[in-house]
Structures are given as C-alpha cells and as structure tokens.
C-alpha cells in the first residue's frame, strides 16, 4: 500500500513567522511531489511541485525534496492569516494502467495575528 | 468559464433516489478523474478517464457509475446511496494521464446522504 503521511496538526505559528510543513512517502519509484492548499470548505489549489533533490522557491514558498530519505517539506516565510488552511502534500507515484496521484491527510496551519 | 466547474455545489439526497453530479473542464485537458474526500482521511481516488476511456476503477461499489462522454465532460451518477457515502466529491483534470504537471480540481459537491 503506496502511502503518504502528514502531521494533522494543527500547527500554530505566529504572523511573520516561518512555517514548515512535512511529508514522507513509502513508494521509492515516486516521481514528482505536490503541494495543494485547501481552505476550509474549497477545493485544494495547487501551489508548488518539485521534481529533482534540493529546494525549489516561488515567492514566501520554498518545497526541499530528499528522496534518499523520502520526505518533502514546504516552508512558508513570513506566514500570513490568509495562509491559515490545511495543506495536502501528493506523490505521483507509477503504477498500474496510470501514474497516479497519493494524497496525504493534510496538515492544518494556523496562522496568529 | 474557466478552470473545472462542477455542479451541484450541494446535494442532499435519500438512500432511494438517483441523481448525477456533472464536471466540465475548460483547460482542453485530456486526463479527468474523481475523487472522494472524507473528513480526516486522504483523498481517494475512484475513477480515472483518459480521451474518454476509464483506464482505471478503484475498487468503487457499483452504487457510483461515472461516464465521460467526451473530453471535457465527466459524470457521476449516484443510485441507492448509504449515509457513509456522504462527503465532499472533487472532479479534477490533467494536461496527460501521467499528471505532471499536477491536476487541477473543482470546487466539489458537498453530498449528503440522509
């Protein structure tokens, strides 16, 4: 069973603050990774992908990948409110008639004012 | 209209009826899946199309009967529900089957079995 593990959180930061949010993964054959951020009752939104070992940054986001040791994490700089949500990180992982996408629990962040 | 729009937004529905949810993409994608989100567990994934082929079926009781009619166009239709299959039903697309992009959701229906 292909899986992807999340803390639930909640995970509390103060605004300004950095939030790092982490990821590990069981499927070694894993391609590509995702970050999608869910507000509460929408539908998640892609903010980041990351394909090859070290750090990719768009903007206050920053996604590392480590596929030696099979974990991807997301640091959001200089947190905001409106980054409060849950955030999902997805595997594409190959098998079967598709590569597919695995999805963890997601982990909520709450940003203080 | 842009993006993936799924309709209805809410639905509540008894163990009887039968009713559809509709997904349109207007990304000119050619990969359309749909998944089911259940509070505090993962995303699941239920059903893969690709041009309008099912390349993949997850185990989904026969109660959910999805049909794509085209590329833009994906179905699911519901009959004889049970209460746990209340929960938020997501439609997403990709540029190609192997998602390397990543997909791209709607905004869901929120469905309630009563």
């Known amino acids: 069973q292909k899986e992807v593990e999340q803390n639930s959180g909640p995970l509390s930061v103060p605004e300004g603050a950095i939030a790092s949010l982490n990821c590990t993964y069981s499927?070694?054959?894993?391609?590509?990774f995702f970050w999608y951020r869910q507000y509460s009752g929408k539908s998640p939104e892609l903010i980041m992908f990351?394909?090859?070992?070290g750090d990719k940054e768009d903007g206050r986001f920053t996604a590392q990948l480590n596929k030696a040791s099979q974990y991807v994490s997301l640091l959001i700089r200089d947190s905001q409110p409106s980054d409060s949500a849950t955030y999902l990180c997805?595997?594409?992982?190959?098998?079967?008639?598709?590569?597919?996408?695995?999805f963890g629990t997601g982990t909520l962040l709450a940003v203080q004012p | 209209e842009t993006g993936v729009t799924q309709t209805p937004r809410h639905l509540v529905m008894g163990m009887t009826n039968k009713k559809s949810l509709k997904c349109e993409q207007h990304?000119?994608?050619?990969?359309m899946y749909w998944y089911k989100q259940s509070a505090k567990k993962p995303l699941e994934l239920m059903f893969v199309?690709?041009?309008?082929?099912?390349?993949e079926n997850n185990s989904v009781p026969s109660r959910f009967s999805p049909e794509c009619p085209n590329s833009s166009h994906l179905f699911l239709h519901l009959h004889t529900l049970q209460p746990e299959d209340s929960a938020l039903y997501l439609c997403?697309?990709?540029?190609?089957?192997?998602?390397?992009?990543?997909?791209?959701f709607g905004s869901g229906t929120r469905l309630t079995v009563v």
């Open positions: 997403a697309s990709s540029q190609e089957l192997q998602g390397a992009f990543g997909y791209t």
């Open positions: 499927d070694r054959g894993s391609q590509s």
């Open positions: 990351i394909y090859s070992n």
């Open positions: 997805a595997v594409n992982s190959p098998g079967g008639a598709t590569n597919k996408l695995i």
């Open positions: 990304l000119g994608h050619n990969a």
């Open positions: 199309y690709s041009l309008e082929e099912r390349v």
